[in-house]
């Protein structure tokens, strides 16, 4: 099913390598890793497509298709084109608040030699590390905006009310991740991956 997607996407079929059941990306390969949210897949760069664990069983083979299309449309059409907006809201802000702080530490050497090397690190580290944050928190909504866009592409393929029809049956679940992150949105929290609720009223406008 995942290969006769990639075909329909115009994605080279080699591209998808295994398909694993794991709640944790880092599992594979031991420790670490993103979890993955119960409503989604994640396809890693490797080709490698992560399926919930937790989900095991409790969805038909047709009905990870939407969930598999919208991952590989998210991975391979639309996060390229967010790229240019990493580069401009996180890497260059980083690298150049690094190279200022670095040029202002040269210039006042003789003041930084007389304290620890421990906290001249410190203060070296600190303003990229915010402005870091900064950047990954304006970066966010790009991503959410995306696997949204993602969804709409992905009823192209598999029809807007099977899409539907998935995702309130896995409401109907009740997981727990999914709850929480509907809670969260719905107080303003930020997040790259958007809320079932919100996907359902995406999908609803058709936008």
């Known amino acids: 099913m995942a290969v006769g997607l990639c075909l329909l996407l115009d994605l080279p079929v080699f591209y998808l390598k295994t398909l694993t059941w794991s709640d944790r990306t880092g599992s594979m390969r031991g420790g670490g890793g993103r979890t993955v949210p119960s409503d989604q897949c994640l396809v890693l760069p490797s080709g490698d497509i992560i399926l919930p664990k937790r989900m095991k069983e409790r969805l038909l083979v047709d009905e990870w298709k939407p969930l ?14 967010l790229r240019g907006k990493a580069v401009k809201l996180i890497i260059v802000p980083t690298a150049a608040l690094t190279a200022i702080v670095g040029v202002f530490l040269a210039l006042t050497r003789s003041f930084w030699v ?71 949105m719905a107080e303003g929290s930020s997040s790259e991956f958007p809320s079932l609720t919100e996907r359902v009223q995406n999908l609803l406008a058709g936008t």
């Open 68 to 81: 598999i299309a919208s991952s590989l449309i998210y991975e391979k059409k639309l996060l390229p084109k």
């Open 114 to 184: 007389t304290i620890p090397f421990p906290v001249g690190l410190l203060v070296l580290a600190i303003p990229p590390s915010i402005v870091l944050f900064l950047g990954l928190d304006l970066f966010t909504p790009y991503e959410k905006n995306a696997r949204l866009q993602a969804d709409i592409e992905a009823t192209r393929l598999v029809g807007r009310s099977f899409f539907l029809e998935v995702l309130r049956k896995i409401d109907s679940l009740g997981m727990k991740d999914v709850e929480e992150r509907k809670t969260k």
